[in-house]
């Protein structure tokens, strides 16, 4: 393995700071969420009928899951989720500057992953709050980290079909 600075690249200095401004931002609104709209019954309706903002904890992952809140299981989904920010922190050091959409992906998905792994260890549980619904479907509740995980996930499958594409033939 060579050294950012070996392959001519410089570190992914700017990119870490990025991922930090997610976390900040995500940190903030969950902060605001977190004083102005507790107790879970409190609900502000920005779009009545599609769009609240409402507070609610999820000690699970995506959709509830794994949510038995004994400590085990949150020690457990934290410890997961330092793992893949380390994974993807690791990954994101060794991209080479020029794969711009893939160190973006890992932006999100790193500041995605670092903000609602602070919310285990603050909280207990990620804090979520955005929440939307049509008539009678209704979409789980969620945060600003969980958007940039998902858009991270959705880029990173972006990159995968673009490397997936065949080169151009060279007729000789």
């Known amino acids: 393995m060579t050294t950012p600075s070996a392959r001519g690249a410089r570190p992914p200095y700017r990119d870490f700071l990025a991922a930090g401004g997610l976390v900040l931002l995500d940190q903030l ?18 779009l009545p009928g599609f769009f609240h903002l409402r507070y609610a904890e999820n000690p699970g992952i995506a959709f509830s899951l794994f949510d038995s809140g004994t400590p085990t299981m949150r020690l457990t989904l934290l410890a997961i989720a330092l793992c893949a920010a380390l994974g993807v922190g690791l990954y994101l050091w060794w991209t080479p500057g020029e794969r711009r959409l893939l160190r973006l992906t890992l932006v999100c998905l790193l500041g995605g992953i ?7 260890v603050v909280h207990g549980a990620v804090v979520d709050f955005l929440d939307f619904h049509w008539g009678s479907w209704h979409f ?25 594409r065949p080169a151009p033939r060279m007729d000789t």
């Open 140 to 164: 789980p509740t969620f945060n600003l980290a969980d958007s940039c995980i998902t858009l991270g996930a959705i880029l990173l499958a972006l990159d995968t079909l673009r490397d997936l």
């Open 29 to 46: 609104s969950k902060w605001w969420v977190y004083w102005a709209l507790r107790p879970e019954d409190t609900v502000v309706r920005v």
């Open 114 to 120: 670092v903000g609602n792994a602070v919310d285990r």
